[in-house]
């Protein structure tokens, strides 16, 4: 068996064009132009890489988007002076505070001064609630994406048996969350995989749909999916390649080369879930700006 690939690239492209359709009919029918702010604190390579991408599908969708980047040395105190501004400007219906933050700034923190309509990351805790109670203001990115990935390739979760591997709070444990919802796109059985697991193979195998989100290179094997399953990789990790002009390459956290000779469809690394993380951001920034438009429910 050759695994169908989850073109996660196109899929954002398609999502980035919904997005762009939407935005022009809220600006043609309220005047609101949707906004994100992102702060970016330190110079870590790959955050940077990241939000720079961000802003540029922004511009492509009509968003007004502005990137706050501050020095590494920057306290905790500043960094929560700048969130309070952003909180009240009326520019912004989001706001994107990149992780990770220095050691010297508690991520928890900044994330409680986010003002929840603004925090379309779905980071804070009220936002984490609603998620779970079913009835969502803003979902994480990245586990938006799976579920959407999921949906549009025809592997609808309702009803399979899903196993995540990983419990971080900005991947695993709302995916789950989310997947376990009886709504479209959910109504699955679903369970988590961490490092207290004793066999994780055992649980993996008998999964309809594996989604490796534990952030260690190709540690998902051929061995440890069932035939016919459907995988998706949320791992980015650069590894050595001699082979290479850069020395190095990225991989995922599933043996793409193994595993697709099993599994029905697979996503790859990169070009899976990795543009539609940013795709789905855009989509949570036209739904803030959509709801300051309504104005109070």
């Not at 996660?8 to 600006?27: C, H, N």
């Not at 390649?241 to 599994?263: M, Q």
Request: charged fraction near 20%.
């Amino acid at each position: 068996m050759s695994a169908k690939i989850i073109d996660g690239k196109q899929m954002a492209e398609d999502i980035r064009g919904e997005v762009a359709v939407g935005v022009k009919a809220l600006v043609g029918s309220t005047g609101v132009v949707p906004g994100l702010a992102a702060v970016l604190v330190g110079d870590d390579p790959a955050s940077a890489i990241y939000v720079r991408n961000k802003r540029r599908a922004c511009e492509e969708a009509g968003i007004f988007s502005e990137t706050f980047e501050l020095a590494a040395t920057t306290t905790q105190e500043e960094l929560l002076a700048l969130v309070a501004k952003l909180n009240e400007d009326e520019r912004f219906h989001g706001i994107l505070v990149q992780l990770p933050l220095p050691p010297h700034i508690s991520e928890r923190t900044v994330i409680l001064a986010l003002d929840p309509n603004k925090d379309v990351d779905g980071l804070h805790p009220l936002n984490v609630g609603l998620l779970l109670q079913g009835e969502p203001r803003f979902v994480p990115a990245t586990p938006a994406g799976v579920q959407e990935m999921l949906v549009r390739s025809g592997n609808d979760p309702w009803g399979k048996s899903v196993v995540v591997v990983g419990r971080s709070n900005i991947v695993g444990k709302p995916l789950a969350a989310l997947l376990m919802q009886k709504a479209k796109g959910a109504n699955a059985t679903v369970t988590v995989c961490h490092t207290g697991t004793a066999d994780i193979g055992a649980l993996t195998r008998q999964a309809d749909i594996v989604v490796a989100a534990m952030g260690r290179p190709r540690a998902i094997t051929a061995d440890m999916v069932r035939d016919g399953a459907v995988v998706i990789d949320v791992g980015i990790n650069r590894i050595e390649d001699p082979s290479r002009k850069s020395g190095t390459r990225l991989v995922g956290d599933v043996d793409f080369e193994g595993v697709s000779e099993k599994a029905s469809a697979i996503s790859p690394v990169p070009g899976g879930v990795g543009p539609m993380t940013i795709a789905m951001l855009l989509k949570s920034t036209l739904l803030a700006a959509e709801r300051a438009a309504r104005g109070p429910a």
